[in-house]
């Protein structure tokens, strides 16, 4: 094969055209797509008899749903469930963000320490994870508050403080931690390493360049990343249900547990769920649009 | 006249590459120095050292008589905590070969970004000084932009603003014109002789060499991390001592 290719046109003689007439108006026939109408055709059949299913099939008993999608034991129940997933981003996302400047720090201490963390928060199963925060009070009888290996000033029993709510908290955002940690330091590297050395150039403190110049950079990368795992934590507190904790998925398992409505029951859960991650990925895409200021993609 | 830049015997290597290889240096205050050399002869290396972006392994820079990221204390240099290091270098402008304008900030808010940080000058006045330098630099209908909506032309003189408003010393330009399209060259190069006129004293890495025979009061020619020859344009650029001048200059020239 040549590698390289004279254009064909150079030697050949220029063609004359015919010669110019009266262009006649041509009109312009797209092409036609046979395949795409018969896949057309085809999904709204599909679609239409699961709709159909839906509707008719009396097993779904839509009446039952109606009753309990909004009583006052599951709201409170979608309550516990925001409020897990919201203690558990932020409080996973903070330490997230400490392990994330700790592996991109020049200390090969503070780097192998986050990685360790990162290594072992992401190997060991939430529920398994869970189940060991719950049962603290068995390795830990109280807690002191004081000088590290010292007397201590402030002391808590294990089993008040650490509750079955505040274990899922904890277990959730530990759980979270390393994910997310992993998702910032990939935000951070994605930004230039240009920005920094204008940012060091011109003498902005060491703080205010990582809030100013590096993080909302950086937020571009993070924000699709981090909506997946809070949505993904999210119906990950389903799994809380194993600590009889009243969130969503455990009070609707207690309630089909009494009247035996399994079906419409998952579905009031589902519907919440389904909504629910809807708003969020509404909140995303406006909080994407924020930090995409001065960008052209 | 007093030097600005004093550089004494600086090496520095990347792993096994000797980049520097014992540069010494004086840039005079209100001088403008002109450093040309082929890729890789270390003169943005160089230019790096002198705000401490790179680090040196022996050797030491000045400016304006203060050692730059160390402190001195008998025959030991300390290096300084990052924080002096930072004080140190809002005296010191730089303007990069990329600009590297902050992409989510204005052109405003990039010039005044600095000031109000480093300097803890109120945003008013910031504000108000920022947009003097984009009257400047002939952009003051661009103070609400974002860089990304400059030319390349426009954006470097963005920059430019940006380094004069910490009302730095000393200014270093590390090849300001070489990402350019060439029809931008000249609105960019203009702004640099404008500053070099009011006797801002600089260090310009670049590689042209009309601009240098105009604006420098000092040519430098660097190669393979060592200084060749420098003198006044008219000796360098017009009768160069050394063979490997005469023969980058038959090459870009």
Do not use: C
């Not at chain 1, 008899?49 to 129940?77: K, M």
């Amino acid at each position: 094969m040549p590698l390289t290719s004279d254009a064909p046109a150079a030697d050949a003689p220029e063609r004359a055209g015919p010669p110019p007439t009266e262009a006649p108006a041509l009109k312009v026939v797209p092409v036609r797509h046979p395949a795409r109408w018969a896949a057309i055709a085809l999904t709204a059949v599909v679609l239409a008899q699961f709709a159909h299913g839906l509707v008719t099939n009396p097993g779904w008993e839509w009446g039952v749903f109606a009753q309990f999608f909004t009583t006052e034991t599951i709201l409170r129940a979608v309550g516990t469930t925001l409020q897990l997933t919201l203690y558990g981003t932020a409080l996973g996302f903070l330490l997230g963000l400490v392990l994330a400047f700790m592996r991109l720090s020049d200390s090969p201490f503070l780097k192998t320490v986050a990685a360790g963390y990162i290594w072992v928060f992401r190997a060991v199963p939430l529920i398994v994870q869970l189940l060991f925060w719950f049962n603290l009070a068995y390795l830990y009888k109280r807690i002191d508050i004081g000088i590290p290996f010292g007397p201590g000033f402030f002391s808590f029993d294990t089993v008040n403080l650490v509750g079955a709510m505040s274990a899922a908290v904890l277990g959730l955002a530990l759980h979270q931690a390393a994910y997310a940690a992993e998702i910032v330091r990939g935000g951070v590297l994605a930004v230039d390493d240009g920005q920094l050395a204008a940012a060091a150039a011109l003498g902005i403190p060491r703080l205010r360049q990582l809030r100013r110049i590096v993080l909302p950079q950086a937020m571009r990368a993070i924000l699709p990343n981090a909506a997946n795992e809070v949505i993904s934590l999210f119906k990950g507190t389903s799994i809380v249900s194993v600590m009889a904790i009243g969130e969503l998925f455990y009070q609707v398992q207690v309630v089909y547990g009494r009247n035996g409505r399994v079906v419409p029951l998952l579905m009031v859960a589902t519907v919440w769920y389904v909504l629910l991650t809807g708003a969020l990925s509404v909140l995303q895409h406006y909080i994407e649009r924020h930090f995409a200021k001065g960008a052209t993609r | 006249m007093s030097a600005m830049v004093d550089i004494r015997s600086v090496t520095k290597s990347f792993g096994s590459v000797e980049v520097l290889r014992g540069i010494d240096l004086t840039v005079r205050t209100g001088e403008v120095t002109v450093v040309l050399g082929p890729s890789g002869s270390g003169k943005s290396t160089l230019l790096r050292t002198v705000n401490h972006l790179e680090k040196v392994d022996s050797g030491q820079v000045s400016v304006d008589g203060q050692l730059v990221g160390y402190r001195r204390s008998g025959d030991k240099l300390y290096e300084l905590r990052e924080r002096d290091i930072l004080k140190q270098r809002t005296h010191i402008g730089f303007v990069f070969q990329n600009f590297h304008l902050f992409p989510h900030l204005t052109v405003l808010e990039n010039i005044t970004e600095a000031p109000v940080a480093a300097l803890k000058r109120s945003r008013k006045d910031a504000e108000a000084a920022a947009r003097r330098l984009l009257e400047r630099v002939g952009l003051a209908d661009k103070a609400d932009a974002y860089p990304r909506q400059l030319s390349g032309g426009q954006q470097q003189r963005v920059a430019i603003a940006r380094a004069l408003a910490l009302e730095p010393k000393l200014l270093l330009f590390d090849e300001p014109t070489s990402a350019l399209d060439p029809e931008l060259v000249g609105e960019v190069l203009d702004v640099i002789k404008d500053l070099a006129q009011q006797g801002t004293t600089m260090i310009v890495v670049t590689h042209e060499i009309g601009f240098a025979r105009e604006v420098a009061d000092t040519v430098v020619f660097m190669d393979d991390g060592r200084i060749v020859e420098q003198g006044p344009p008219s000796q360098i650029l017009d009768a160069p001592r050394h063979e490997r001048t005469r023969a980058f200059l038959s090459k870009v020239l």
